[in-house]
Antibody, heavy 118, light 114 residues
Framework: EVQLVESGGGLVKPGGSLRLSCAASGFTFSSYSMNWVRQAPGKGLEWVSSISSSSSYIYYADSVKGRFTISRDNAKNSLYLQMNSLRAEDTAVYYC???????????WGQGTMVTVSS | DIVMTQSPDSLAVSLGERATINCKSSQSVLYSSNNKNYLAWYQQKPGQPPKLLIYWASTRESGVPDRFSGSGSGTDFTLTISSLQAEDVAVYYCQQYYSTPLFTFGPGTKVDIK
């Protein structure tokens, strides 16, 4: 079964750090670009970051640039998001999603909740 | 960046009736080289992740009921649910993937039963 499972969310104080993980299974992880997308409580979807299949190309939304770092380990079929200098406005459910050139974000994880609060 | 807008913000439709959601992009998402519109539609039910319904503006993802259809080209797109079912209550988002990887989503349209 094709699956993405996120972990690592939790409660963190403003200015703190958190590392999210996304474990992939059921497909050739190393062949796909991967993304993080977040959704603040009661709000819409916001693309956060993208990494190409071989990590050669990395992109960030302006809202997280300089604070978040995306990475992947193809040997472990895993995607990561290191989040530093967290702010209250980073509070959201964070989803990892597989990008397919033809079909856009065709596989999504269940999400992991990040709450930034003192 | 390409800005996506959707209308209406929400709508309530009787069971079995048609629901129509509009999506507009601030610039064309049509690639002239392959004549494909890089526009996708997602359905998100409460407490669940988004689910891909439609890609290339009009191609239904495998397993998606044929009451869901997408149309449009360039900057104007429509998602139609031909006969609303109770399980279709959700928020629907459009997304452009033309300006990869700067993906942008529309703000969403909430569909309820009247």
């Amino acid at each position: 079964e094709v699956q993405l499972v996120e972990s690592g969310g939790g409660l963190v104080k403003p200015g703190g750090s958190l590392r999210l993980s996304c474990a992939a299974s059921g497909f050739t992880f190393s062949s796909y670009s991967m993304n993080w997308v977040r959704q603040a409580p009661g709000k819409g979807l916001e693309w956060v970051s993208s990494i190409s299949s071989s990590s050669s190309y990395i992109y960030y939304a302006d809202s997280v640039k300089g604070r978040f770092t995306i990475s992947r380990d193809n040997a472990k079929n895993s995607l990561y998001l290191q989040m530093n200098s967290l702010r209250a406005e980073d509070t959201a459910v964070y989803y990892c999603a597989r990008y397919n050139t033809a079909t856009a974000f065709d596989i999504w994880g269940q999400g992991t909740m990040v709450t930034v609060s003192s | 960046d390409i800005v996506m807008t959707q209308s209406p913000d929400s709508l309530a439709v009787s069971l079995g009736e048609r629901a129509t959601i509009n999506c507009k992009s601030s610039q064309s998402v049509l690639y002239s080289s392959n004549n494909k519109n890089y526009l996708a539609w997602y359905q998100q039910k409460p407490g669940q992740p988004p689910k891909l319904l439609i890609y290339w503006a009009s191609t239904r993802e495998s397993g998606v009921p044929d009451r869901f259809s997408g149309s449009g080209s360039g900057t104007d797109f429509t998602l139609t649910i031909s006969s609303l079912q109770a399980e279709d209550v959700a928020v629907y988002y459009c997304q452009q993937y033309y300006s990869t990887p700067l993906f942008t989503f529309g703000p969403g349209t909430k569909v309820d039963i009247k």
